[in-house]
């Protein structure tokens, strides 16, 4: 369980840090007993019950046989969260539009603590690895890894990108991942000269993807979207090239409508 607070943190409350760890437990291991848990976080059991009845008790975990799970409750959460994002309602329609024309996954995504947040996705009929795409939608990415996290932390300010780097490093998923700083930030400058990003096999071998950002009317990055399927769908020049036109068209759509819906709300706000 997360440390107790210290000088420099000193309103950290460790009952809800201790909490929070637990929700997150509960997801990794698709529900467990309370010996499980206990073991699986290095807590005592008497403690780890503790929590888990009184979660239980707040309607966030429901137990069934001996394990407990995350309630259907936490979907409310989700939802209300998602819904309030403007990125969301806007951009729906158009990833909807985007992996039915390509045939694959599409992908809107924003960036929150470092970590890229699948927002939302879409499945065209050619699309493949359905299991790795429901499991992916339930994790934090690294933004290095993926063509949607480049995006953003191309158009990031170099502060913030070096402060993420930094903090969550640059872990390899397979052999073609980028995990040197130098590489790294000579990838985001070309992104940043061509306007949008890839991802050759550096998320799952044999899968590529295509990104590009989004940003509002002062340029700072909102998201991103991507389109990433088999790397024989990326196959020759034309079709490549076809695939990032999609991807960068629809990734100014989206931004468009965006930018145009806040100075609504801003002319609206004003006339009142």
Do not use: W
């Amino acid at each position: 369980m997360p440390p107790t607070g210290t000088k420099s943190d000193p309103r950290t409350l460790t009952t809800v840090l201790n909490a929070i760890e637990i929700t997150r437990a509960l997801m990794r291991l698709d529900g467990a007993g309370v010996t499980e848990l206990a073991d699986h976080l290095d807590e005592s059991k008497s403690t780890t019950y503790t929590y888990l009845k009184s979660l239980e008790k707040g309607g966030l975990v429901t137990k069934a046989d001996d394990d407990y799970r995350l309630s259907y409750e936490m979907l409310i959460f989700g939802e209300y969260v998602r819904n309030q994002s403007l990125l969301y309602t806007i951009g729906k329609s158009e990833i909807d539009g985007l992996a039915a024309e390509t045939g694959q996954y599409a992908h809107l995504v924003v960036a929150e603590n470092g970590r890229g947040h699948n927002l939302y996705k879409s499945k065209g009929d050619r699309a493949v690895g359905e299991d790795y795409q429901t499991a992916k939608f339930q994790q934090r990415d690294y933004l290095h890894i993926t063509a949607s996290g480049k995006a953003i932390l191309a158009y990031l300010p170099h502060e913030r990108a070096e402060e993420i780097i930094g903090r969550h490093g640059l872990p390899a998923r397979t052999d073609r991942t980028i995990t040197h700083r130098e590489r790294l930030f000579e990838e985001l400058d070309e992104i940043r000269e061509q306007g949008y990003s890839h991802n050759d096999e550096e998320e799952i071998e044999g899968f590529r993807a295509i990104g590009a950002p989004i940003r509002s009317r002062d340029e700072a990055v909102l998201g991103s979207i991507s389109v990433s399927g088999p790397k024989s769908v990326f196959g020759d020049e034309s079709e490549y090239q076809e695939i990032v036109d999609l991807v960068v068209n629809t990734a100014n759509v989206i931004e468009v409508n965006v930018n145009m819906s806040t100075r609504s709300s801003e002319i609206i706000e004003d006339e009142n």
